[in-house]
Every structure is written in structure tokens, then in C-alpha cells.
């Protein structure tokens, strides 16, 4: 709550009247997330930093597309891919 009311307040954003209904929840980081169930081969610290610069309030501090594909998530892919050729 306190990053989304952070990002309204930034932009002067008014939202909803609704909203306010929401109440006030404290953020989780995404390892807490993780747990029995989910499918460990494909989290690590780079996928788990590359989902938390993708899903940002703000777009200006979000990952554009192409700097997603940069990202050291997938360097093994590039590392595969030039082994190929």
C-alpha cells in the first residue's frame, strides 16, 4: 500500500472513492510467495528481480521490453543460443 500510495501521491493522482475501502496492507517480498507448491526450477534471485522490476506501480520505473530481454535472467538462453550458431 505505502509503494501504491506513494506512486498516486508522485503523479497527483486522485483514485477512486472506492479505494479508500481497501484498507492498508503491508507488502510482502516476492520469496514469501514461494512456497511447496510452486515450482522451484525456474525461481531464483535473478527471476524474482526480474518480476519485481517488470510489475512496478510506476511505468517510468518499470522495465521496457527490451531492457526485460537484457535482463540476466536470460543469459543462459543468449549462452545456448550462441553455442548454437
Do not use: C
Not at 43 to 57: A, C, F, G, T, V
Amino acid at each position: 500500500t505505502d509503494k501504491f500510495n506513494t506512486y498516486l501521491e508522485q503523479y497527483k493522482i486522485k483514485p477512486p472513492t472506492f479505494v479508500s475501502s481497501f484498507g492498508k496492507y503491508n507488502g510482502k517480498k516476492w520469496r514469501d510467495y514461494v512456497d511447496d507448491k510452486t515450482n522451484k526450477k525456474f525461481i531464483n534471485d535473478d527471476s524474482i528481480d526480474l518480476l519485481d522490476k517488470l510489475l512496478r506501480y510506476d511505468p517510468n520505473d518499470r522495465l521496457t521490453a527490451k531492457e526485460a530481454m537484457q535482463h540476466k535472467y536470460f543469459d543462459e538462453i543468449r549462452a545456448a543460443d550462441l553455442e548454437k550458431k
